[in-house]
Structures are given as C-alpha cells and as structure tokens.
Nanobody, 114 residues
Framework: VQLQASGGGLVQAGGSLRLSCVVS????????MGWYRQAPGKQRELVAS??????YYGDSVKGRFTISGDDAKNTLYLQMNSLKPEDTAVYFC??????????WGQGTLVTVSS
C-alpha cells in the first residue's frame, strides 16, 4: 500500500485547508485510516481516524475538522476549518490493513499564521 498526502500550505488563522491522501495498492485490505500530525518538538498525535466507517476526532480538533473518504478515488480527506496557529504541524495519513500492517504517507506541512 502506498499513500500520497497533499494539500498543506500556509493559511491565516481562521482559514481552511483540505488535505488529501491518495491510496494505491491493496486498498481492499484497509480497515482503518487516519490523519496524524507532528509539531516541532512534540510527539506525533492522532488528529482524526475512520475505522470501518466510524469516525474519531482528537479533542483539540472536534467541531473544526472533518475526516471523509471517496472510495471511487481511493482518497482520504481531512477538511480543516477555523484553523489556529497551534494546528501548525506536518500532517501524515496512515492506513491499517487486515491481517496486519501499518502504512504511512510522506507528510504535508500545514502552517497557520496568527
């Protein structure tokens, strides 16, 4: 499985971005996908995930971010609204497969200016 993330960039606080993650390979084996982020000097954290259609959001992004997918395009999205400077990080997409295995995209940088 290969994951290609895109959509990062520079945005002002209060603005919006949509990240995309195109998946190729054994997509039929994927049962969970998610978005993680890592800010400078901080640990990687789970932002949002979807496991067998059930979404999960980290407390810091609830009500502002939305995870979705387009099966026809094999693409995972993360719509980010009301962005804050503390959302600045490298964002990674990740997929978990049956019977096991975890795959990561290369990351896309999101910078939110105040």
């Amino acid at each position: 499985v290969q994951l290609q993330a895109s959509g990062g960039g520079l945005v002002q606080a209060g603005g919006s971005l949509r990240l995309s993650c195109v998946v190729s390979g054994s997509v039929f084996a994927i049962y969970s996908m998610g978005w993680y982020r890592q800010a400078p000097g901080k640990q990687r954290e789970l932002v949002a995930s979807s496991t067998r259609g059930s979404p999960y959001y980290g407390d810091s992004v609830k009500g502002r971010f939305t995870i979705s997918g387009d099966d026809a395009k094999n693409t995972l999205y993360l719509q980010m609204n009301s962005l804050k400077p503390e959302d600045t990080a490298v964002y990674f997409c990740m997929a978990k497969l049956v019977p096991g295995g975890e795959y990561w995209g290369q990351g896309t940088l999101v910078t939110v200016s105040s």
